[in-house]
């Protein structure tokens, strides 16, 4: 037999791949809160799932639905897509805003 596509890989495909413009829905999306950038051996593999995603399907619209609020900033490094850092914005990287937000209390 060949090799086995992981569950994450099967979506992306099923998706089209990169050129998917459909929308990715993230309920319970606080479950992905432990991603760490840079220091992905201490991430969750659902962080990583979270984050890879996005990544592969780049044109894709994202949501992020959770009743639990976000209980320390550091939280929100897999929402990548929120437009609050990376190109185009005041904050070169989720390190960069952090640090900003974490020097204005």
């Known amino acids: 037999g060949g090799l086995k596509k992981s569950r994450l890989h099967q979506i992306v495909e099923w998706c089209g791949g990169e050129v998917f413009e459909g929308c990715l829905i993230f309920d319970e999306c606080h479950k992905a809160k432990n991603?760490?950038?840079?220091?992905?051996?201490?991430?969750?593999?659902?962080?990583?799932?979270?984050?890879?995603?996005?990544?592969?399907?780049?044109?894709?619209?994202?949501?992020?639905?959770?009743a639990t609020g976000?209980?320390?900033?550091?939280?929100?490094?897999?929402m990548e897509r929120l437009?609050?850092?990376?190109?185009?914005?005041?904050?070169s990287s989720f390190e960069a805003f952090l640090d900003s937000i974490r020097q204005r209390g």
Not at 70 to 78: E, H, P, Q, R
Not at 83 to 91: A, E, H, K, Q, S
């Open 70 to 78: 976000v209980s320390d900033i550091k939280n929100l490094a897999y």
């Open 35 to 66: 991603f760490v950038p840079g220091s992905e051996k201490r991430s969750t593999k659902v962080a990583m799932a979270v984050t890879a995603i996005q990544k592969m399907l780049p044109r894709a619209r994202v949501v992020y639905c959770s």
């Open 83 to 91: 437009g609050l850092w990376g190109v185009g914005t005041p904050y």
